[in-house]
């Protein structure tokens, strides 16, 4: 009777502990998306995770709730920016507000909801989910630049 019990408890034991080892253990995903947000700083590109804005359209979580989108944007210091943002549809630019040379013009990224360029900053909201390792990254960076170029 004394060793069945004594069993059982180091049973229950090693269960908790080997349940604390596999709760503890980082989600693959997560620690992808964290890995691309740290090279997206490094680079200059700044990471935030935002309520979606209503003008880009994208899905709301609840009735009541806007959805949380990742942000990636650049800070330009020198740059008089005007304001202008577009939807991404058919990986095109659909401008919502601001000047209509930016109409139809080409995304080469993939995941991009939509584009907001004001004053001395210019970003983007981007599906993390679409490149989870960042490999788009120095590429949106070029492309935003050259949107401040235009």
Not at 20 to 38: C, Y
């Amino acid at each position: 009777m004394v060793t069945t019990m004594g069993l059982w408890i180091t049973l229950i034991i090693v269960v908790f502990v080997v349940g604390s080892i596999f709760g503890a253990r980082v989600n693959p995903r997560e620690k992808a998306l964290g890995e691309t947000r740290d090279k997206a700083r490094k680079m200059g590109l700044y990471p935030r995770l935002l309520p979606a804005p209503a003008w880009t359209k994208i899905e709301k979580a609840a009735e009541n709730r806007a959805s949380m989108v990742a942000y990636y944007n650049v800070l330009l210091p020198q740059a008089r920016l005007p304001l202008m943002r577009a939807c991404v549809e058919n990986g095109m630019f659909v401008v919502v507000h601001g000047a209509d040379k930016f109409k139809d013009h080409p995304v080469p990224l993939t995941g991009v909801y939509a584009v907001d360029m004001q004053a001395n900053s210019i970003g983007l909201y981007w599906n993390e989910e679409a490149d989870l390792h960042g490999t788009q990254l120095e590429q949106m960076k070029t492309f935003l630049m050259s949107l401040a170029d235009v």
